[in-house]
Nanobody
């Protein structure tokens, strides 16, 4: 069983930056992937970014590409999401997810391939 705890959310003005963290505990496998998704009230869950254990596979959702950067620290079992040039439309709950099965890069954008989820952290961007 893997537990995920997100942190780093908050209130920021448009154009600002935030860095989210997701700490994983209980990991016993060495080939895995982690992803970030977000969901705003009344909207469907949206893929944000994903990365594999080595950092060799990274993919981004279209709405964040060029503004957000995902990274991983295996020594700390932590994945980060650096969010720059934030927009009001980035306002959402951000959720971290863990994939214990090795999936191809394109599949990492699918929520259904992830086995464990965190409780989320709220990001609010004011205009």
């Amino acid at each position: 069983q893997v537990q995920l705890v997100e942190s780093g959310g908050g209130l920021v003005q448009a154009g600002g930056s935030l860095r989210l963290s997701c700490a994983a505990s209980g990991r016993t496998i060495y080939r895995y992937s982690m992803g970030w998704f977000r969901q705003a009230p009344g909207k469907e869950r949206e893929f944000v970014a994903a990365i594999n254990w080595s950092g060799g596979i990274i993919i981004y959702g279209d709405s964040v590409r060029g503004r957000f950067t995902i990274s991983i620290d295996n020594a700390k079992d932590t994945v980060y999401l650096q969010m720059n040039s934030l927009k009001p439309e980035d306002t959402a709950g951000y959720f971290c997810a863990f994939d214990k099965t090795y999936h191809s890069g394109k599949d990492l954008s699918r929520a259904d391939i992830y086995d464990y989820w965190g409780r989320g952290t709220q990001v609010t961007v004011s205009s």
